[in-house]
Nanobody, 125 residues
């Protein structure tokens, strides 16, 4: 009943900026919290950033604090991840995720109700 479409990935050099987007379609609910996860080759899927449905509260992994910003537009039903000062270690497939019926930030993949298909971001040195 809900679909998440990831877009905006690409190949960039270290220090560059990339903006990812996640469009929500289908049936949604009064409140839902969204987040970004990433998975590098041979590694576990890890939390990157989270945002409540109102956009008033956000959370970031220590590795991306000060460099990444997530914003949501509920009218357009689009979630953004602005990534600045990219590093080679940021190389991964980035996924958006949605947890319904909550206004609390989540950090673990096991509670996700809907996943985007992911988009690859490759950062060269």
């Amino acid at each position: 009943q809900v679909q998440l479409v990831n877009s905006g990935g690409g190949f960039v050099q270290a220090g560059a900026s990339v903006r990812l987007s996640c469009a929500v379609s289908g049936r949604t609910f009064d409140t839902y919290t969204m987040a970004w996860f990433r998975q590098a080759p041979g590694k576990e899927r890890e939390f990157v950033a989270g945002i409540t449905w109102s956009g008033s509260s956000t959370a970031y992994a220590d590795s991306v604090k000060g460099r990444f910003t997530t914003i949501r537009d509920n009218a357009q039903k689009i979630l953004y991840l602005q990534m600045n000062s990219l590093k080679p270690e940021d190389t991964a497939v980035y996924y958006c995720a949605l947890r319904r019926h909550t206004d609390s930030i989540f950090r673990t993949p096991d509670v996700v109700d809907y996943w985007g298909k992911g988009t690859l971001v490759t950062v060269s040195s």
